[in-house]
């Protein structure tokens, strides 16, 4: 394949073209020359309105369903979702069924994702069956290609497994994924503990179930050593307690969800289901430190936590529905209504460095491994938005900004 991007201005802080509007000539996936006005040279001309061009996005926190659950999402629509979301790579969680705690169940993803331009690389469960007894097949599953390991949204109560895994993966380099939420602490709650659900009447889940596990956690890594990526992110005081565990020289990474970063427990006043997440949706005083947080560089990565949920149990009184939102569709869009364009591009390439993956910087020479989108033009967020197979999307009916075009990867484009 021979194409000419035209007129991109290129949002690459590692490119000599950063900030520059260029056309770019891919030929068989590489980038071949970057210039102004290249001749066509018999290629495909890809041209859009307002055109950027950033290193391709990656998602650290993807569900899908498959296998055991496609009737929420296969891995062929969720990875054309993906791309069409302007991601090129993302991470798969396991909470499939059965679940991926095996060399064979990390096999089974990547040959069905064999062949699509948005790349999938899978999370290995840490405990059988994401149950939190015994440790999982860790460097079986390191070799046949998983690049962490965790238990989706299930914190390891047994302190002494978490340690012991810490200090294992550290033989072959490997990233523990350690959620954060003390299910003794959150008991029955539903909802942030605070002014709105008690006005609710609905059960809180104090910042406290999420501070108390991560300061359990971080007093592990530095026993122990190695590396440990806390998700999703919520609480002003978990900010900090990450924060003075990086001006320790701690290896921790961690990551917020989009929704976290936009969304407030205010949402909750109509007891809609699409706002139920886990961790809860905070305060507006969370949501500014996490923003904070997003800045000077504490929280390394953005994640949309696409969470795909069967609408039966998303209709349902707010205590019994599932947690759980899609979030790839809305996740650059609703990111520039409260972040800067080049922070936004930073957050959603950064992961690839903390998960160990190829970086590749858009210059002559390197692989084509592109985003495209325009960071203009206001909207609001709909369904017919949604590619997705569940609709259970928080930001439905919200304004969002700019608009994602597609990617280039694999040697593929793919475009909306």
């Known amino acids: 394949m021979k194409i000419i991007i035209k007129s991109a201005k290129i949002i690459d802080s590692k490119s000599p073209f950063h900030n520059m509007t260029v056309d770019l000539l891919i030929a068989d996936g590489l980038i071949e020359k970057i210039g102004p006005s290249l001749p066509n040279d018999d290629a495909e001309i890809v041209r859009f309105e307002d055109l950027h061009v950033s290193q391709g996005w990656f998602d650290s926190s993807v569900s899908l369903g498959e296998p055991g659950y496609e009737d929420r999402e296969t891995i062929a629509n969720g990875l054309n979702v993906a791309a069409k979301s302007g991601f090129t790579a993302i991470a798969l969680q396991p909470n499939s069924f059965p679940i991926i705690d095996n060399q064979s169940q990390v096999n089974f993803v990547k040959n069905k994702a064999n062949g699509f331009a948005t790349e999938i690389f899978p999370i290995g469960a840490l405990t059988k069956a994401s149950e939190g007894k015994d440790m999982a097949e860790l460097y079986d599953m390191k070799k046949a290609g998983a690049v962490a390991f965790g238990d989706y949204n299930k914190s390891i109560d047994n302190a002494n497994l978490l340690k012991i895994a810490l200090q294992y993966v550290q033989d072959f380099d490997g990233l523990v994924i350690a959620y954060s939420q003390d299910p003794n602490i959150k008991g029955n709650g539903v909802a942030n503990e605070g002014i709105v659900s008690t006005r609710l009447g609905l059960k809180g ?212």
């Open 205 to 416: 889940i104090p910042n406290l179930a999420e501070e108390l596990q991560i300061s359990r956690n971080l007093f592990l890594l530095e026993y122990t050593g190695g590396k440990l990526h806390i998700p999703t992110v919520s609480t002003a005081k978990s900010v900090e307690l990450i924060r003075e565990a990086k001006a320790k020289g701690l290896h921790v990474t961690a990551s917020a969800s989009v929704h976290h970063l936009v969304l407030t427990d205010e949402k909750l006043d109509g007891f809609d289901t699409r706002f139920k997440v886990t961790p809860p949706l905070r305060t507006e005083v969370d949501r500014q430190a996490l923003l904070n947080a997003i800045a000077d560089g504490t929280i390394d990565m953005i994640t949309s936590d696409h969470n795909p949920i069967d609408v039966e149990f998303k209709k349902m009184e707010f205590d019994t529905a599932k947690n759980g939102t899609i979030g790839l569709e809305s996740a650059f869009g609703a990111l520039l209504t409260v972040l800067p364009l080049e922070t936004v591009v930073a957050k959603l390439t950064s992961g690839r460095t903390v998960f160990g993956l190829e970086n590749n910087t858009i210059e002559e020479g390197a692989k084509a491994n592109f985003t495209l989108f325009t960071p203009e033009g206001h909207s609001a967020f709909t369904k017919e938005n949604i590619l997705s197979k569940s609709k259970n999307s928080a930001f439905l009916g919200t304004e969002i900004k700019g608009s994602v075009y597609g990617i280039l990867n694999q040697n593929q484009l793919v475009t909306k």
